[in-house]
């Protein structure tokens, strides 16, 4: 039986709250259709995506980004929506959904609606639990089971809390039962979901999370052996191209892409290159927003009396949909806005001043004192610790040394104890009341400016505060903004620049030179395959893969780079790279074997000059080449990270296994052929070993089963056939 025939008489009212935190309400609109589809399909046979075979509906796709939008909204109305962002959260939701649902079914994996209605009651997620949660973070599981079964409990609540007034009259509790119902079956199927997923997880952990007691007693060797050596790198950046014969030729790099090549498996890719036309305000565009600031400068300045200053300002302020602040203290404004109009008068105009946002034109509307105030302090806090009465002796002995006229920042450096003051000398600049904690508050209000008083006890400890400065003045003031932005004939002037750019490089003009002409940056891409939105876009890789190589797109508004012009330059098929595609990285391999090989007789025949010298110390080697240097390092454990080298997994390896004081045979590593000579080795104290071993083993499992789950699954996304149409239906 499932959740909504076992809960159907539910009262929502006291869950809305947070149900709304984690499912928004159902909305959807289609009023964008006919722009988005192509003939024949519409809004209710449209498909966003095939995972092997099952179809993602648009209609379903699009419903999710609405509320998942809706639901950004609510918890940050400030912030900007991007719908491209959310659309590619839905979408990664639905591939890992689908593919784990078709792979439930092949396992013959199931989730029971009771194993689900038994999570629900038995151990309900925390945004279920977190109303029912006091401060403590006890759960009041006894209110929680009687809300979700008792709706007359629920239905009582709300009446009472309409006689109360906490409640709005408007509330009808059967229109939130039915919202909850709605939002109950989401919750159902994500906890469905969600059930499943941890099947998988529970099953791939348990596979990776065996640590075997060899591996597990190698890792602690080698992370808690300390290995001190000499050695000498014969450093493969100084050979040059030149010592090893030049470059290496074509047939060198066909004989190394032989022997690699069944190693590049490589997705169907695309290359373009692209122009952009940025965004951008033009010359015009400054001219007019210099012309509204002169146009209002000049206005005032011919108004010949206050009354009509006034008038005039009012008049731009409208017009310009200027702002009105309402009072402030100006001890607390902006360090630029008070700059200007901390010495100004009510119906001063101030400006028009020029800063990084646009041009500001200021008013002062009017000023007042005494209503409010703020305060400036400095304190120095002294913590409770382990012994209260000691902390507080200590408090009083520094308030007798500042009243005494010890200097009070260097004492608050020195004591303080609040990490956030004390290296600016514990000073708090203006705040207002209502901003700290009240027996503080009431110590710096209720004192004259340099006073010092204390110690003052708070939840935080001891404090010693001495009153920097009091003041009420406060400003009512209005601002016009004049900022330069890009009018829409620029924007559409930029477009037909695109436009142009387009047409005469499908008539033939080099794509390279056109841009060197019109002095625009021409960029060409790597190769990039089908899940990548190239430039941010997801239209314009689609385009990329629907049309032939030589293709000109259409002019592209795209976020960041303005309208964008994209010629399909290069393609490769699904297999193996091809060689031209590896010639740098060939000619990168081959040139670094090259080098290798010619230092390893350099290294080999210091070795035999240290042996036929019976030398006992690497150091030695500056008697028959004093510009060979060596160097020491000191505590470095098989770790593969190596003081001054970074990371070189062979030379810590070879060190681990050397004896000690012998000069050892050469070893190649990252950064060239080492030379290496151990001084002291400090073995790993085995005994720690078998205190720790268990704890160790427990961390190494837990580790393994947190990466095992993402590594599956995108083995498992990679073997699948995924059809993605994202760029066919949504411009960015």
């Known amino acids: 039986?499932?959740?909504?025939?076992?809960?159907?008489?539910?009262?929502?009212?006291?869950?809305?709250?947070?149900?709304?935190?984690?499912?928004?309400?159902?909305?959807?609109?289609?009023?964008?259709?006919?722009?988005?589809?192509?003939?024949?399909?519409?809004?209710?046979?449209?498909?966003?995506?095939?995972?092997?075979?099952?179809?993602?509906?648009?209609?379903?796709?699009?419903?999710?980004?609405?509320?998942?939008?809706?639901?950004?909204?609510?918890?940050?109305?400030?912030?900007?929506?991007?719908?491209?962002?959310?659309?590619?959260?839905?979408?990664?939701?639905?591939?890992?959904?689908?593919?784990?649902?078709?792979?439930?079914?092949?396992?013959?994996?199931?989730?029971?609606?009771?194993?689900?209605?038994?999570?629900?009651?038995?151990?309900?997620?925390?945004?279920?639990?977190?109303?029912?949660?006091?401060?403590?973070?006890?759960?009041?599981?006894?209110?929680?089971?009687?809300?979700?079964?008792?709706?007359?409990?629920?239905?009582?609540?709300?009446?009472?809390?309409?006689?109360?007034?906490?409640?709005?009259?408007?509330?009808?509790?059967?229109?939130?039962?039915?919202?909850?119902?709605?939002?109950?079956?989401?919750?159902?199927?994500?906890?469905?979901?969600?059930?499943?997923?941890?099947?998988?997880?529970?099953?791939?952990g348990a596979a990776s999370s065996i640590v075997s007691p060899t591996f597990l007693e190698q890792k602690f060797k080698n992370e808690n052996t300390n290995m001190s050596f000499d050695y000498i790198l014969l450093d493969i950046l100084k050979v040059s191209d030149k010592e090893v014969g030049g470059k290496p030729s074509d047939q060198e790099l066909k004989a190394?892409?032989?022997?690699?090549?069944?190693?590049?498996?490589?997705?169907?890719?695309?290359?373009?290159?692209?122009?952009?036309?940025?965004?951008?305000?033009?010359?015009?565009?400054?001219?007019?927003?210099?012309?509204?600031?002169?146009?209002?400068?000049?206005?005032?300045?011919?108004?010949?009396?206050?009354?009509i200053r006034e008038a005039v300002f009012q008049q731009y302020l409208a017009e310009y949909s200027g702002k009105q602040n309402e009072y402030v203290m100006i001890k607390t404004m902006a360090p630029d806005v008070k700059s200007l109009l901390e010495t100004s008068k009510p119906g001063d105009i101030v400006g028009p001043v020029q800063v990084m946002s646009g041009t500001y034109i200021y008013h002062v509307d009017s000023t007042r004192a005494g209503e409010n105030e703020v305060v400036k302090a400095s304190h120095i806090l002294i913590n409770f610790g382990t012994n209260k009465d000691s902390s507080k002796a200590l408090a009083q002995q520094i308030l007798g040394r500042a009243k005494k006229g010890e200097d009070f920042a260097l004492l608050a450096k020195t004591y303080s104890q609040d990490q956030g003051s004390k290296d600016r000398g514990g000073e708090y600049d203006f705040f207002p009341k209502g901003r700290m904690v009240k027996p503080f508050e009431d110590a710096c209000f209720n004192n004259a400016p340099g006073s010092i008083v204390g110690p003052i006890e708070t939840d935080f400890g001891y404090h010693i505060i001495k009153v920097q400065d009091k003041a009420s003045e406060e400003m009512k003031y209005s601002e016009i903004l004049i900022n330069i932005s890009m009018s829409q004939n620029t924007k559409k002037q930029l477009k037909r620049d695109a436009l142009s750019f387009k047409q005469q490089v499908e008539n033939g003009t080099d794509i390279d030179q056109l841009g060197k002409s019109l002095k625009k940056n021409i960029v060409e891409t790597m190769f990039f395959d089908k899940d990548m939105p190239i430039l941010g876009s997801r239209f314009l890789t689609n385009f990329t893969f629907s049309e032939k190589v030589g293709t000109v797109s259409d002019p592209l508004e795209l976020k960041y780079y303005g309208f964008?012009?994209?010629?399909?330059?290069?393609?490769?098929?699904?297999?193996?790279?091809?060689?031209?595609?590896?010639?740098?990285?060939?000619?990168?391999?081959?040139?670094?074997?090259?080098?290798?090989?010619?230092?390893?007789?350099?290294?080999?025949?210091?070795?035999?000059?240290?042996?036929?010298?019976?030398?006992d110390r690497l150091f030695k080697v500056a008697e028959f080449d004093p510009s060979i240097e060596v160097k020491s390092v000191t505590d470095v454990k098989n770790t593969a990270s190596v003081p001054g080298l970074g990371l070189e997994p062979v030379l810590t390896q070879s060190v681990m296994n050397a004896p000690i004081n012998k000069i050892n045979a050469p070893v190649a590593g990252e950064k060239g052929w080492f030379i290496t000579q151990v001084l002291q080795k400090t073995d790993a104290d085995m005994k720690a070993f078998k205190m720790q071993s268990a704890e160790m083993k427990k961390s190494m499992s837990a580790s393994a089963k947190n990466s095992a789950y993402p590594q599956w699954f995108q083995a498992l996304k990679d073997n699948a056939e995924i059809e993605d149409n994202r760029g066919k239906l949504f411009r960015d």
């Open 564 to 615: 964008v012009v994209a010629l399909v330059t290069g393609e490769r098929q699904n297999g193996l790279k091809q060689f031209e595609d590896m010639k740098d990285e060939l000619t990168e391999k081959v040139m670094r074997s090259k080098k290798l090989a010619f230092i390893k007789s350099k290294a080999q025949n210091i070795v035999k000059q240290l042996q036929q010298r019976n030398a």
């Open 256 to 307: 190394e892409y032989e022997k690699v090549k069944e190693f590049t498996k490589q997705k169907d890719a695309r290359k373009i290159k692209y122009v952009s036309f940025p965004l951008e305000p033009s010359k015009g565009d400054t001219l007019i927003a210099q012309k509204k600031i002169a146009r209002i400068q000049q206005s005032i300045n011919e108004a010949i009396t206050p009354e």
């Open 1 to 204: 039986m499932g959740i909504i025939s076992r809960m159907r008489d539910i009262s929502p009212y006291l869950l809305v709250l947070f149900v709304i935190s984690f499912i928004a309400f159902m909305v959807i609109s289609d009023s964008s259709i006919s722009t988005v589809f192509n003939s024949g399909t519409t809004a209710a046979n449209a498909v966003v995506g095939v995972i092997n075979g099952e179809n993602i509906p648009y209609q379903e796709f699009e419903l999710r980004v609405k509320e998942q939008a809706e639901l950004q909204t609510q918890q940050n109305p400030q912030a900007e929506v991007d719908e491209n962002q959310i659309r590619q959260s839905v979408w990664d939701q639905y591939v890992e959904e689908i593919l784990i649902k078709q792979s439930a079914n092949k396992a013959g994996i199931k989730v029971t609606q009771d194993e689900v209605l038994d999570l629900m009651l038995d151990s309900p997620p925390d945004y279920l639990t977190k109303n029912f949660t006091d401060s403590t973070g006890k759960f009041n599981r006894q209110a929680y089971l009687e809300v979700m079964t008792n709706p007359d409990i629920i239905a009582q609540n709300i009446n009472e809390g309409k006689k109360r007034g906490v409640i709005p009259q408007t509330v009808d509790p059967a229109e939130e039962v039915g919202k909850f119902k709605k939002s109950l079956i989401k919750i159902e199927d994500f906890l469905y979901k969600s059930r499943l997923a941890d099947h998988f997880r529970r099953a791939v």
